[in-house]
Antibody, heavy 122, light 107 residues
Framework: QVQLVESGGGVVQSGRSLRLACSAS????????MHWVRQPPGKGLQWVAA????????NLADSVKGRFTISRDNSNNTLYLYMNSLRAEDTAVYYC???????????????WGQGTMVTVSS | DIQLTQSPSFLSASVGDRVTISCRAS??????LSWYQQKPGKAPKLLIS???TLPTGVPSRFSGSGSGTEFTLTISSLQPEDFATYYC?????????FGGGTKVEIK
């Protein structure tokens, strides 16, 4: 079945780096744009980053621009989020999600992973 | 950036009630709006895309309307499984944003 599984979360000190991965299965990964969305404890959803199906366009929220990078490996059906210079306010559950329309641009997120928790400690 | 304001932020309702949630955008987003449902400890679920399109499997009691800056999510007859938090999201800009959420609780 269509599935996304995140990994790489954990506890990290402020200022350090972390890489999240999202493994996709059950669909043609290389055809769909992908997203990262986070949710701080007890708070609402925050869009973090997105990447086109072929990796030629990447978009990042202003709050993470210059610190986070999104990338994908279509040969291994994996999405990545590289997080540098982590801050306490980056503490959240991080979800990867598939865009609902194959191809370029973004149209909504129809498949979600279970999320991975990132805790940034001071 | 485009801001989305949801109202109310909290709603108490009974099974069978008709529920309406509003989402207002800070600028014209045409119909580039999605709605999501999230239950505690779970990932969000896509409820409505392009302002009014229900994905396969979403019950017909859910409906969406609006365009431009004003949007509405309606649940025609609230069911026990509908108690959750609902978020709107705009997708017209490459700074995708979510609304603050509306928590629907049992009265």
């Amino acid at each position: 079945q269509v599935q996304l599984v995140e990994s790489g979360g954990g506890v990290v000190q402020s200022g350090r780096s972390l890489r999240l991965a999202c493994s996709a299965s059950g669909f043609t990964f290389r055809s769909f744009g992908m997203h990262w969305v986070r949710q701080p404890p007890g708070k609402g959803l925050q869009w973090v980053a997105a990447i086109w199906y072929d990796g030629t366009n990447e978009n990042l929220a202003d709050s993470v621009k210059g610190r986070f990078t999104i990338s994908r490996d279509n040969s291994n059906n994996t999405l990545y989020l590289y997080m540098n210079s982590l801050r306490a306010e980056d503490t959240a559950v991080y979800y990867c999600a598939r865009d609902r329309v194959s191809g370029s641009d973004y149209y909504g997120m129809d498949v979600w992973g279970q999320g991975t928790m990132v805790t940034v400690s001071s | 950036d485009i801001q989305l304001t949801q109202s109310p932020s909290f709603l108490s309702a009974s099974v069978g009630d008709r529920v309406t949630i509003s989402c207002r955008a800070s600028q014209d987003i045409s119909r580039y709006l999605s709605w999501y449902q999230q239950k505690p400890g779970k990932a969000p679920k896509l409820l409505i895309s392009a302002a009014s399109t229900l994905p396969t499997g979403v019950p017909s009691r859910f409906s969406g309307s609006g365009s431009g800056t004003e949007f509405t999510l309606t649940i025609s007859s609230l069911q026990p499984e509908d108690f959750a938090t609902y978020y709107c999201q705009q997708l017209i800009s490459y700074q995708l944003t979510f609304g603050g959420g509306t928590k629907v609780e049992i009265k």
